[in-house]
């Protein structure tokens, strides 16, 4: 098996004395998607905050395999996260609200190189330009405001300020909801690319199965805070074992109007 | 003959902004049949909720109808055309939640935060009835118990955001239905829920419509949806129409490349291990932005293409133009 580039072992977090994760372990592998399912209010958002420490879990073991070799996520103190932000980034849902609108494209894909320490002003351009090839946007783009792109442009957008440090891994929470069918599948396309060109990790939050079904290896099915299930996608989508992974997998609408949709009734199978 | 509903000939809606015109419907022709469930399909922007919107003349400055007509009810005596209505009209009133009710995505928007759920649901009533407030109120509860909500002599008293989001969506939907409306529109009405809630909406509404026995519009993007509930399917893009079927036609055998193109891109479709193709992979160089005429296909299809594209299909001879 590949490296295990992200090791997850009983991790909680509640918000006011209500568990929102509950004792999550879990392994992602090297240059692999994990799905990771579950209806609103599941924990999916929230467990992949807590292993960027976005949010600070109230306990567990997060372990990263860095570039310096493993360590404990939830030990380290801020300051010794950073470097290791470089190695971990994320995408998210919204691509109106996670661009800065006073920002320019340059200004926002330039931001994390400045973070990070790439000094010369050269070399920094020269980044950019080599990943906004590789998202496919125009150079043109780089002087002007998220405004003037679309929702397809602009989630682009974040996933080259996401790549542009080079991660090893990428949470993409939801990056695809909130994209038209036809730039969905762009979108999805191109995060296959960059996976298979630069062996990225992918964490992929989402609550379309459909979509998952497509682009992760493995899943882990989420409800009420618990992994519920988990393993590879065939195994889950074909057979899957849980109550609950029967639930959601009899909800999906088949885009053939031959094959009915048959929910399964939640009180029955005593969820 | 078909008996149809609505109607909709050559709608034509353009907004004025700052940087110039838009033309958010370009001629748009298409028919609802009476007691039978019609989705349009298509993306952001295609004229989806626009089109429902000039149905029940919602359009509102900086829009404008610019042509057309929409008929209601246009066999019957009583057919009005609802574009021609002067603004105000009674008629309009009447037409807004008695003839046809709409509901829509967000139903926390669509509540109103600060009233009970029961004066929600029963002032639809009084609205449209000469009714006394607690005939009204028993026949929300009843209305309220149909669409599925539990324990409603005590729910009935709670505000919006004491309800689960399938619940206040079960509430939008019991408001719509309370007057009997001959056309139910819902706009996108499951985008925003999950999709255990979603299957369980889809259920209700397919279950309402076949024991009212009402017509239903139903806007939506997802073609999963679409296939569930649908017996014809509209497909839109750019403000026009370009494909018109029985679901069954449009999803299995689509026969316009930008519906073939709609549905390449869908992950549920396409083998998990093959790429997806987007639409312009599809399309290709078809020109699909020009406003082509519809045009009856022998299996009774329309579609929108140019001479040429038409010539590999089997063209209805008729006189009926649509």
């Not at chain 1, 939801?174 to 990225?200: F, P």
């Not at chain 2, 118990?145 to 019991?174: C, K, L, T, W």
């Amino acid at each position: 098996m590949n490296d295990v580039v992200l090791k997850v072992r009983d991790l909680n977090k509640s918000f006011d004395g209500v568990p929102a994760i509950q004792d999550i372990s879990f392994d992602l592998f090297r240059a692999e998607t994990l799905g990771i399912v579950g209806e609103s209010g599941s924990g999916k958002t929230t467990l992949a905050r807590c292993i960027l420490r976005a949010i600070e879990p109230d306990s567990g073991h997060v372990e990263f395999l860095s570039d310096d070799g493993k360590v404990d996520l939830l030990k380290l103190r801020h300051k010794a996260m950073l470097p290791l932000r470089r190695e971990m980034q994320m995408v998210f849902q919204d691509p109106y609200a996670s661009l800065n609108p006073r920002m320019t494209v340059r200004e926002i894909i330039e931001e994390p190189l400045v973070i990070h320490g790439v000094k010369s002003k050269a070399k920094r351009l020269e980044r950019i330009r080599e990943i906004l090839d590789l998202v496919q946007l125009d150079h043109d783009s780089l002087y002007r405001f998220p405004h003037a792109f679309s929702g397809g442009q602009r989630q682009r957008i974040g996933i080259a300020r996401a790549l542009i440090l080079r991660p090893k891994m990428v949470v993409c929470d939801e990056t695809v909801s909130a994209l038209d069918v036809s730039v969905q599948a762009q979108i999805i396309n191109l995060l296959e690319d960059l996976q298979r060109e630069l062996h990225l990790t992918y964490m992929f939050v989402a609550h379309d199965l459909a979509v998952v079904r497509h682009i992760c290896d493995r899943v882990l099915v989420m409800h009420r805070g618990k992994v519920v299930e988990s393993g590879t996608i065939d195994q889950v989508f074909d057979h899957p074992q849980q109550n609950y992974t029967k639930l959601l997998l009899s909800a999906i609408p088949s885009p053939d109007p031959d094959v009915r949709l048959n929910p399964l009734d939640r009180r029955t199978l005593g969820l | 003959m078909t008996d149809n509903v609505l109607e909709i000939r050559d709608l034509g809606v353009e907004f004025k902004t700052d940087t110039g015109t838009t033309n958010a419907l370009r001629g748009v022709n298409f028919d609802v049949p009476r007691g039978k469930v019609t989705a349009i399909v298509g993306e952001s922007g295609s004229g989806k909720s626009v089109t429902a919107n000039c149905i029940m003349r919602l359009i509102q400055r900086p829009g404008r109808i610019t042509s057309g007509s929409i008929l209601f009810n246009p066999t019957s005596t009583e057919s009005f055309d609802i574009v021609a209505l002067p603004d105000k009209d009674s008629l309009i009133y009447e037409l807004r939640g008695g003839l046809i009710s709409m509901v829509f995505q967000e139903p926390m928007t669509a509540l109103s935060p600060v009233h009970k759920v029961g004066d929600q649901v029963s002032e639809a009533i009084l609205c449209h009835r000469n009714v006394s407030k607690a005939e009204a109120w028993e026949e929300a509860a009843e209305m309220l118990n149909h669409v599925g909500i539990e324990d409603v002599s005590r729910r009935i008293n709670m505000y919006p955001f004491e309800f689960s989001g399938g619940m206040r969506q079960r509430v939008v939907i019991a408001t719509a239905l309370v007057c009997h409306p001959e056309v139910l529109i819902c706009d996108e009405p499951t985008t925003a829920l999950d999709v255990t809630i979603q299957a369980e909406i889809l259920t209700l509404i397919k279950r309402l419509q076949t024991e009212l026995n009402n017509s239903i519009l139903f806007i939506t993007h997802d073609i999963g949806v679409v296939a569930q509930i649908s017996d014809y399917v509209v497909v839109m893009y750019q403000g026009r129409v370009l494909e018109i079927g029985s679901t069954h036609q449009v999803l299995k055998d689509p026969k316009h490349p930008y519906t073939q193109g709609l549905l390449a891109a869908i992950p549920g479709i396409a083998p998990p291990d093959q790429r997806l193709s987007t639409i312009s992979d599809v399309v290709g160089d078809i020109d699909i932005t020009t406003a082509y005429p519809l045009t009856t296909l022998s299996d009774g299809r329309k579609v929108s293409l140019p001479q040429e594209a038409l010539r590999k299909f089997s063209i209805r001879r008729t006189s009926e133009t649509l």
